[in-house]
């Protein structure tokens, strides 16, 4: 007996899109987060309720939701993480990295 509500939700995917997401299911060298969520979209496009679907990846309900939205905006691509804005794109200069910590004074 399937688990949780039934959704008007739903995916379908392209031939293309079905051959992609299940390449990234075999693939070894493409990150694990990227392909949990191309496995969340397959088993939703099988028919798959939500919930069991988030259960069976190891996600849950609401980042589920989140990934489901993307990838409805903006297809595969939108499965991919986007950049993180509190990551520093360049080291810092070495004058800078090399300044004295002031707060270890005490």
Do not use: C
Not at 75 to 88: C, F, M, Q, T, V
């Amino acid at each position: 007996m399937p688990r949780g509500r039934r959704t008007s939700l739903t995916i379908r995917l392209t031939p293309a899109q079905r051959q992609t997401l299940l390449a990234w299911q075999r693939s070894t060298n493409i990150p694990a987060g990227l392909a949990r969520r191309g496995r969340l979209v397959l088993l939703l496009a099988d028919g798959m309720t939500i919930t069991d679907a988030a259960a069976t990846v190891g996600l849950s309900r609401r980042h589920s939701y989140k990934w489901i939205q993307r990838f409805r905006q903006a297809g595969l691509e939108g499965l991919y993480d986007k950049p993180r804005s509190d990551r520093r794109s360049e080291p810092l200069p070495p004058d800078l990295r090399e300044q004295p910590n002031n707060l270890d004074r005490g």
